[in-house]
């Protein structure tokens, strides 16, 4: 117990020693219900077709505020023996009329050892970029109208994106290392914000290559009330995002808790299961950064597993001849 708390502790201090600015991708307030996308690793965790849909309406108030959606599926599976995982991201941002959308497969190899699963993924997609997601900034002259506006760098191109990740999952810990755009796709963005004109300069940029650390340990305490402290954190070593979370969970059906965002904010979320459905609501209360300016930051989530047996064909009722 004492290493794992010296653990916890030398990560909070080695994540204190960044600034957050602006990234590339952005941290939805409920992470730990998209682990598959983070992380191709995760693909194929349950024994079920697992399907998320997460939809962020970040930075209410601002004009051109980004909206983000999410899909992720995954499933396990055995070859020769073995036990595997295939998945399927797709993600989706726009602002104003401008699009980004990844679509990406994903592999995972799956290895017991001891009382848990050591698992290695790889993640191969193709990005049609339609705007610099880095290059987010809040317009200065309609902050004087106190009426913010997002601008970015629209680019246009399609560009192959990989990511790989680690992680090991047991009964009650999980623990990852992953990292996305390994490849640091590159582009050339246009000066002109919000529009497209083919003769204004172009400069070139690339997607960074980002590093992602998940954990999460889930503490059984009465009257099947569970406790699950995790903590996120995404780096490009240049900027850091983080997530400390306190997660509440009742009967497997009620949850709800809270997160702190580094240098961002707070996010207040909870989720009910209803017929085997599960349905997430998050708001996150911004005291710094571009969300400051805004009305704070929405966010639905809705999963579902689908059982295997779900798609095998019923039998079908008949009546014995011998009872004719």
Sequence with gaps: MGKRCFLWI???LFCGLFHLQAQWDDSPGQYWALKSYFNPSFAGEKEAINTNVLYQYP?????????????????PFEFFGKRHGAGLAVYNESIGELRNSLMA????????????FLNIGIQAGVYDL????GSKHILMDSLQLRRGTIRVKPADKKVIDLGAGISWT???FFASLSAMHVNQPRFYVHNDSLTMDIQNDSTR??????????????ISLFHSLEIEPMVWVCTDLN???????LRLEYNKKFSGGASWKINDGYVLFAGAVIRDVE???AYSIHTSGIGKNSKGSHELHLRYNFPFDYFKPKRQPHKSIRLL
Excluded: C, V
Excluded at 130 to 133: G, L, Q, R, V, Y
Excluded at 205 to 218: E, F, H, K, T, W
């Design 279 to 281: 349905l997430g609501y």
């Design 170 to 172: 047991g009964k009650a």
């Design 205 to 218: 940029s690339s997607i960074p290559r980002s590093y992602y650390l998940m954990a999460g340990y889930n």
């Design 59 to 75: 930075w209410h108030g601002i004009e051109n505020a980004p909206r983000q959606l999410y899909l992720t599926a995954t499933m």
């Design 105 to 116: 497969a994903q592999y995972n190899f799956k290895k017991e050892i001891g009382k848990g």
């Design 10 to 12: 030398l990560l909070f």
């Design 130 to 133: 339609h705007f610099d997601a």
């Design 239 to 245: 900027t850091t995002q983080m997530h400390a979370t």
